[in-house]
């Protein structure tokens, strides 16, 4: 046990390995509670995409530009800040993946030459994006 402590006090930060597979494992996946709506019933609800990916393999992607908890019909704010991938197959949801737009790596203070700007990056995170589609019954 001593071997453990040892190692997990030496990985300080806040950006530890193993902390950041902790976050990952634990994180909820917004988007689940959507998988199975058909095309139609997400295009009621969410309305147009910003753009579409056509079918591939059967497997066709509507791409939503959001800000807040997810698309709403009545268009794009042109202050987006998240993206979202809603991947259908057989005209059922399947995959719903989400991003910010300035997403990066946790790491990504460590390449920070300017200290202040480092601990600033320390302190900020990784920016993230929550998804949900409020005008959709779940």
Not at 19 to 37: C, F, H, S
Not at 117 to 125: H, I, L, P, S, Y
Request: glycine share 14%; proline share 9%; charged share 20%.
């Amino acid at each position: 046990m001593a071997g453990l402590t040892v190692f997990a006090s030496g990985c300080g930060g806040g950006f530890s390995g193993p902390e950041q597979a902790i976050q990952d494992l634990t994180r909820v996946d917004y988007g689940k509670p959507y998988i199975g709506m058909s095309k139609q019933q997400v295009l009621q609800c969410a309305g147009q995409p910003r753009s579409q990916i056509p079918a591939s393999g059967g497997a066709e992607t509507l791409i939503y530009h959001y800000k807040g908890a997810g698309p709403v019909p009545g268009g794009t704010p042109k202050d987006a800040t998240c993206t979202a991938s809603l991947t259908f197959q057989g005209g059922n949801l399947i995959r719903v993946n989400y991003s910010h737009k300035e997403g990066r790596s946790p790491y990504a203070w460590q390449a920070e030459k300017d200290p202040e700007k480092q601990a600033q990056m320390k302190r900020e995170g990784t920016p993230t994006c929550t998804f949900s589609l409020p005008r959709c019954p779940k």
